[in-house]
């Protein structure tokens, strides 16, 4: 069967290979079958230009990856799509947790519900028909968002227990020196950039995440197995930086070291991260001096907030003076420390955002992000403001301004003090300095669209 994947175009700052879609592709091709990705967000694509390429490889089946940042353009794709009759499947987070509405809206045939390589092989191999495939529903499968027509809970396609057995990505199709250099962090050390995941899964609830929700448990690959992969983009690509995108690439000490003992053994020098940030419960001294040892030049905390009613709410299962002491850890270890913070979780109040602010600045962050809660499908706090308000979370922006309001504050109070802290945190001479040094010209215009997208410049 021939099969195309997108992704589709929309306004963002953050270009990034979509792992997921190039594990598709690869599992896919494991089997026989051929496969196609459009990256229309990396390309710059129209619609009309996507149409066109997908036409030209004649596929079977058409699949379209979705989030909820941008799933007013997959109704818009798909619609296109369907009016030239082909077999439309969509899947990703957004439909996995909205699949009822995902296909109301779009008119797709399928969505896939959770991780979609055994679903989306199945639905291949039976041309693209759904006989009952876990994971795989139609809309006159469903009831609802959460119950099939037979009034059973939904549920997430069947998974691969062993990550081994799925082939590396498919990069031979999305080469990273085929990406615009607007790395994933907006400011990077080396390009092209390599984008590994070692793990899936989250084992922690936060109330803010869907991740728990998403995925069945936690599972890692074999060390082997990611060291594989490491030098396979470094010989076959030429990557000049490494970002590991796991959940929390240091949840399992054990395993952390054992990959960082590996790259030093095997003499793997290149500059890496862990690009989604980690839990600083999860870092020690230890760890951070191997990690250094490795070639780790940038620890990304999720500190989300430093108020302890407010990361009681969340569920987050961390103190700030366990938070400190693991920036404190990296800082010793000679690692640039970036803090991520969310504003507008509950309980949040102006009084619990000037906390956070007061925090960022005077702690020995380098970097401090600042961003508005974005209520994501499948998060608890989503399914609170379903339960309480009867809202149906449908889209939402890229962390900017509030979509949905959890607290008593207004969107406006939010992107003010999303503004205030920028300023407060970055226009300091010495960290201004160190920022600027690390930014290459060739991502200025990138930085300077960030600074747009988070209204460092409004006047209120």
């Not at 930014?439 to 300077?448: E, T």
Request: neutral net charge; hydrophobic residues 40%; contains cysteine.
């Amino acid at each position: 069967m021939k099969v195309v994947l997108i992704v589709p175009n929309f306004d963002t700052y953050v270009l990034t290979p979509q792992l997921g879609v190039m594990y598709l592709s690869a599992y896919l091709k494991k089997y026989g079958h051929e496969v196609k990705i459009i990256d229309a967000l990396r390309d710059n694509l129209s619609d009309e230009q996507i149409l066109q390429i997908a036409e030209k490889f004649n596929p079977d089946g058409i699949g379209i990856h979705c989030l909820s940042i941008f799933f007013n353009e997959v109704i818009k794709l798909t619609k296109l799509l369907k009016s030239k009759n082909y077999k439309v499947f969509i899947g990703g987070v957004h439909p996995t947790f909205a699949p009822y509405t995902t296909l109301k809206k779009t008119g797709a045939d399928y969505v896939i519900l959770g991780e979609g390589e055994v679903p989306l092989l199945k639905l291949t191999e039976n041309n693209f028909v759904n006989n009952n495939i876990q994971g795989v529903y139609s809309i006159n499968d469903l009831k609802d968002n959460e119950t099939d027509i037979t009034g059973q809970a939904v549920k997430l396609g069947e998974i691969i227990k062993n990550l081994d057995e799925i082939p590396p990505p498919d990069w031979e199709q999305i080469p990273p020196n085929s990406y615009p250099q607007a790395p994933h962090a907006v400011i990077a050390k080396g390009y092209p950039i390599g984008i590994v995941t070692t793990s899936r899964g989250c084992p922690f609830r936060c109330s803010f995440c869907s991740s728990h929700n998403f995925y069945d448990g936690v599972r890692f690959r074999s060390v082997d197995n990611v060291i594989n992969e490491i030098k396979y983009l470094i010989e076959k690509f030429n990557i000049k930086e490494l970002q590991f995108i796991d959940d929390n690439l240091t949840l399992k000490k054990s395993y952390a070291m054992e990959i960082c003992q590996r790259m030093i053994d095997e003499n793997i020098k290149i500059d890496w991260t862990p690009i989604n940030g980690i839990r600083a419960d999860s870092l020690d001294d230890e760890l951070a001096i191997k990690m250094k040892e490795a070639g780790c030049y940038l620890l990304d905390f999720g500190i989300e907030a430093v108020n302890t009613q407010i990361l009681k709410n969340i569920k987050k299962g961390e103190t700030i003076e366990r938070i400190t002491a693991a920036i404190d850890c990296a800082h010793r270890a000679g690692m640039i420390t970036i803090g991520n913070f969310i504003f507008g979780l509950p309980g949040e109040t102006k009084e619990t955002m000037e906390e956070a602010i007061n925090y960022a600045v005077n702690s020995k962050l380098d970097r401090a992000g600042f961003f508005a809660l974005n209520v994501l499908p499948g998060s608890d706090i989503a399914k609170q403001l379903k339960k309480e308000k009867g809202i149906e979370i449908i889209s939402n922006s890229l962390f900017s301004t509030p979509d949905y309001l959890v607290c008593d504050l207004t969107a406006k109070d939010i992107e003010k003090y999303i503004q205030k802290a920028y300023w407060k945190f970055y226009f300091r001479p010495k960290i201004l300095f160190n920022v600027l040094k690390y930014i290459p010209v060739r991502q200025y215009k990138y930085f300077l669209k960030v600074l747009i997208k988070y209204n460092i410049f409004k006047f209120w």
